[in-house]
């Protein structure tokens, strides 16, 4: 599929393609109104929905930008080429056209979860390996990880930049991605961005988790707060089959998979953790499910990974190992 054909094809479902790609934005007659190609709220940008005029075409009044929908998918999206913003083009056109009553009027937080997905990379040989490596965290290379080479970020004062980002998956019982977890990034060296909230959930992830390992199978599971925490973990004892919840709000609703008969909780030493790790042991309590909660010594994991080092953070942990097939 060329260029030409994509666009349209695109043009065709051209109210749809805006409900996905400007979510924020909304339908008025012939045009769907938004404040700018990535889909903020506004009425700068109008896409011609149907004739007179010809379908998918965009003008943003602000900026002078104009084109048809595979420009505004690339765009909207960040692709860097012609090419990805027609292999995005590509999984779009291949799903099904909802039936009228049902196309999102809203922003659906969970598609766009998944759309962003969609769009990035394995996290090997990143910047965001670089970043957890960076932490000493080498154990790393999951399939719940991936990386955005250029995701944009919107601080609390407007505008809109783009960082590099680390992005996890966030996932049910049944694997299914319900959501993902975004932690943006130095373009200039292996830390966090410099930004306000560096690190941003989309979609469902309360009382979910990112999953690291195949729980196939699996009786037991260590399961802590912050990614950097439980792979710190994990790099101790690469075996281990760990979860991590983002939150010490989302670790306290924490529902223990189906089959489970061990749950070891890696508490964060404050005050928020302390009181997620006690919720979460009463609930294994009501299910019979054997718990026991480990605290660090500095003020996470990930702390006492630097700290310690992996060998002797192994051997505090050996007496607790938690095995990916128990």
Same mark, same amino acid.
């Given at each position: 599929?060329?260029?030409?054909?994509?666009?349209?094809?695109? #043009?065709?479902?051209?109210?749809?393609?805006?409900?996905?790609?400007?979510?924020? &934005?909304? $339908?008025?007659?012939?045009?769907?109104?938004?404040?700018?190609?990535?889909?903020?709220?506004?009425?700068?940008?109008?896409?011609?929905?149907?004739?007179?005029?010809?379908? !998918? $075409?965009?003008?943003? #009044?602000?900026?002078?930008?104009? &084109?048809?929908?595979?420009?505004?998918?690339?765009?909207?999206?960040?692709?860097?080429?012609?090419?990805?913003?027609?292999?995005?083009?590509?999984?779009?056109?291949?799903?099904?056209?909802?039936?009228?009553?049902?196309?999102?009027?809203?922003?659906?937080?969970?598609?766009?979860?998944?759309?962003?997905?969609?769009?990035?990379?394995?996290?090997?040989?990143?910047?965001?390996?670089?970043?957890?490596?960076?932490?000493?965290? %080498?154990?790393?290379?999951?399939?719940?990880?991936?990386? %955005?080479?250029?995701?944009?970020?919107?601080?609390?004062?407007?505008?809109?930049?783009?960082?590099?980002?680390?992005?996890?998956?966030?996932?049910?019982?049944?694997?299914?991605?319900?959501?993902? %977890?975004?932690?943006?990034?130095?373009?200039?060296?292996?830390?966090?961005?410099?930004?306000?909230? @560096?690190? $941003?959930?989309?979609?469902?992830?309360?009382?979910?988790?990112?999953?690291?390992?195949?729980?196939?199978?699996?009786?037991?599971?260590?399961?802590?707060?912050?990614?950097?925490?439980?792979?710190?973990?994990?790099?101790?004892?690469?075996?281990?089959? #760990?979860?991590?919840?983002?939150?010490?709000?989302?670790?306290?609703?924490?529902?223990?998979? @189906?089959?489970?008969?061990?749950?070891?909780?890696?508490?964060?030493?404050?005050?928020?953790?302390? %009181? #997620?790790?006690?919720?979460?042991?009463?609930?294994?309590?009501?299910? !019979?499910?054997?718990?026991?909660?480990?605290?660090?010594?500095?003020?996470?994991?990930?702390?006492?990974?630097?700290?310690?080092?992996?060998?002797?953070?192994?051997?505090?942990?050996?007496?607790?190992?938690?095995?990916?097939?128990?």
């Amino acid at each position: 599929m060329n260029a030409s054909t994509a666009s349209a094809l695109l #043009a065709q479902r051209a109210e749809s393609v805006c409900a996905r790609y400007l979510p924020h &934005g909304r $339908k008025q007659g012939r045009y769907w109104c938004a404040g700018d190609v990535r889909g903020t709220p506004g009425r700068s940008l109008f896409v011609r929905l149907a004739p007179p005029g010809i379908p !998918g $075409k965009f003008t943003d #009044a602000a900026t002078g930008e104009h &084109g048809d929908l595979l420009d505004l998918i690339r765009l909207a999206t960040g692709a860097r080429s012609l090419r990805e913003a027609l292999a995005e083009a590509r999984r779009f056109l291949a799903q099904p056209v909802p039936p009228a009553a049902s196309r999102p009027g809203t922003y659906d937080r969970a598609q766009a979860a998944r759309n962003l997905w969609d769009r990035c990379r394995p996290i090997d040989g990143t910047h965001a390996e670089a970043y957890l490596r960076a932490r000493a965290i %080498h154990r790393c290379r999951f399939p719940a990880l991936r990386f %955005h080479p250029s995701l944009p970020y919107r601080p609390d004062t407007g505008g809109w930049r783009r960082y590099p980002a680390l992005v996890a998956a966030v996932t049910a019982d049944d694997g299914n991605l319900r959501g993902v %977890h975004r932690t943006w990034l130095d373009p200039s060296r292996p830390a966090k961005a410099r930004v306000s909230r @560096p690190r $941003k959930a989309l979609g469902r992830v309360h009382g979910l988790a990112v999953h690291f390992g195949e729980p196939d199978a699996a009786s037991a599971l260590l399961v802590g707060e912050g990614i950097e925490t439980v792979l710190s973990l994990v790099t101790a004892a690469p075996d281990t089959l #760990a979860a991590a919840a983002l939150s010490a709000g989302s670790l306290g609703a924490f529902v223990p998979p @189906p089959g489970l008969s061990r749950l070891l909780i890696a508490q964060d030493r404050d005050e928020e953790g302390e %009181h #997620a790790a006690l919720r979460l042991q009463l609930r294994c309590t009501r299910l !019979g499910i054997a718990s026991a909660v480990i605290v660090p010594q500095g003020n996470d994991f990930n702390d006492d990974l630097v700290t310690l080092r992996p060998e002797r953070l192994a051997q505090c942990l050996a007496p607790l190992a938690i095995r990916a097939r128990t």
